[in-house]
Nanobody, 121 residues
């Protein structure tokens, strides 16, 4: 059993910053990739940023230069530092983890419960 616990969402004014965190726990052998997605009302869930086990990252174009994803491997935790926030960044942000778990090293892909980020203008 693997669980993800997210934190760090909230309300912020445009131009402000927030840091999201997502900690994975359970029978984890290794984590392949960790990422953040977001879903605004009436829209699809989209990738915001993703980081692999080797530290390679990719970002949605709209957040490049403003958001930074990084991870603490020893803590099985991924962070999303969000700077220069805009009202259009308002969404529920979901953590996603791809990992090998259990005694059989089964590959799983799991989602966090989501955390609301609201940016006021």
């Amino acid at each position: 059993q693997v669980q993800l616990v997210e934190s760090g969402g909230g309300l912020v004014q445009a131009g402000g910053s927030l840091r999201l965190s997502c900690a994975a726990s359970g029978s984890i052998f290794s984590i392949n990739a960790m990422g953040w997605y977001r879903q605004a009302p009436g829209k699809e869930r989209d990738l915001v940023a993703r980081i692999t086990s080797r530290g390679s990252t990719n970002y949605q174009d709209s957040v490049k230069g403003r958001f930074t994803i990084f991870r603490a491997n020893a803590k099985n935790t991924v962070y999303l530092q969000m700077n220069s926030l805009k009202p259009e960044d308002t969404a529920v942000y979901y953590c996603n983890v791809d990992a090998l778990v259990g005694s059989t090293w089964s590959n799983i892909n799991i989602w966090g419960q989501g955390t609301q980020v609201t940016v006021s203008s």
